[in-house]
């Protein structure tokens, strides 16, 4: 790209900070932890199970349960050990689950960062003239935490997100709010997150440019019916 728009819709986890990507590697990660208590079951055997169960729990959860992430948490880990249990393997207490659930969240806490280059990259954007907003679902306390604590305040003409305006995406009034805040049309805005639902489909149904991250290389699923406009891996290829 050769022209940059006058505005841009940004993502925040997993666009700016890597926040919640690769859920497998955390979830072996904070089981190897409790490796003792889970025995004879191994720590693979039960992510394993957790990262099943959370695909299936996420796949149909009611937006509330973006709002109420710990606690979604303590549902995921229970669903996975009792799944487990259905199989036949060893029943494992609600009390490891929980503590399970609670170190999750905070293992994510503390491996957060933002990614390479990110802060320069929306700055140089800012410095060129694009009016930037950050569009972020999520409760507002956690969410409003981490625009503080990774200095996001400044770099946006307009922080939006999902817990203090009452509505998230893929709801179109999430983009079409922002849209208003920045005083700009869909076919002057570009999307950008790494979420095929929420920052391509439905923007694109708006008549926005949308850009997916794809942070880790992966790639589009295989058979995606989503078709992002454009596809990058860190926020520095918006540059010109």
Same mark, same amino acid.
């Given at each position: 790209?050769?022209?940059?728009?006058?505005?841009?819709?940004?993502?925040?986890?997993?666009?700016?900070?890597?926040?919640?990507?690769?859920?497998?590697?955390? =979830?072996?990660?904070?089981?190897?932890?409790?490796?003792?208590?889970?025995?004879?079951?191994?720590?693979?055997?039960?992510?394993?199970?957790?990262?099943?169960?959370?695909?299936?729990?996420?796949?149909?959860?009611?937006?509330?349960w973006?709002?109420?992430?710990?606690?979604?948490?303590?549902?995921?880990?229970?669903?996975?050990?009792?799944?487990?249990?259905?199989?036949?393997?060893?029943?494992?207490?609600?009390?490891?689950?929980?503590?399970?659930?609670?170190?999750?969240t905070?293992?994510?806490?503390?491996?957060?960062?933002?990614?390479?280059?990110?802060?320069d990259a929306?700055?140089?954007?800012?410095?060129?003239?694009?009016?930037?907003?950050?569009?972020?679902?999520?409760?507002?306390g956690?969410?409003r935490?981490?625009?503080?604590?990774f200095?996001?305040?400044h770099?946006?003409?307009?922080?939006q997100?999902?817990?203090?305006?009452?509505?998230?995406?893929?709801?179109?009034?999430?983009?079409?709010?922002?849209?208003q805040?920045?005083?700009?049309?869909?076919?002057?805005? =570009?999307?950008?997150?790494?979420n095929?639902? =929420?920052e391509?489909?439905?923007?694109?149904?708006?008549?926005?440019?949308?850009? =997916?991250?794809?942070?880790?290389?992966?790639?589009?699923?295989?058979?995606?019916?989503?078709?992002?406009?454009?596809?990058?891996?860190?926020?520095?290829?918006?540059?010109?």
């Amino acid at each position: 790209m050769t022209q940059l728009p006058a505005a841009m819709l940004i993502d925040m986890d997993d666009t700016i900070l890597s926040a919640y990507g690769r859920p497998d590697i955390a =979830w072996n990660s904070v089981a190897a932890e409790f490796a003792g208590e889970l025995a004879p079951l191994s720590p693979q055997q039960v992510a394993t199970a957790i990262v099943e169960y959370a695909r299936q729990f996420w796949a149909v959860a009611q937006p509330e349960w973006r709002l109420k992430l710990a606690q979604a948490r303590h549902e995921v880990v229970r669903g996975g050990f009792s799944a487990l249990a259905a199989a036949g393997q060893t029943a494992l207490s609600m009390q490891i689950a929980a503590r399970i659930a609670d170190r999750y969240t905070a293992y994510r806490d503390e491996q957060m960062f933002v990614f390479p280059g990110a802060h320069d990259a929306i700055d140089e954007l800012k410095a060129q003239g694009v009016k930037l907003a950050l569009v972020t679902n999520g409760a507002a306390g956690l969410q409003r935490a981490k625009v503080e604590r990774f200095a996001l305040t400044h770099r946006f003409d307009h922080i939006q997100i999902e817990g203090e305006h009452g509505f998230g995406k893929p709801d179109e009034r999430a983009y079409q709010h922002a849209m208003q805040a920045l005083g700009v049309t869909a076919p002057e805005t =570009w999307m950008i997150g790494d979420n095929l639902e =929420w920052e391509v489909e439905v923007p694109q149904r708006l008549g926005i440019y949308a850009i =997916w991250m794809d942070a880790h290389g992966e790639g589009l699923p295989p058979g995606s019916p989503v078709k992002p406009d454009r596809i990058i891996r860190s926020l520095s290829e918006l540059l010109p």
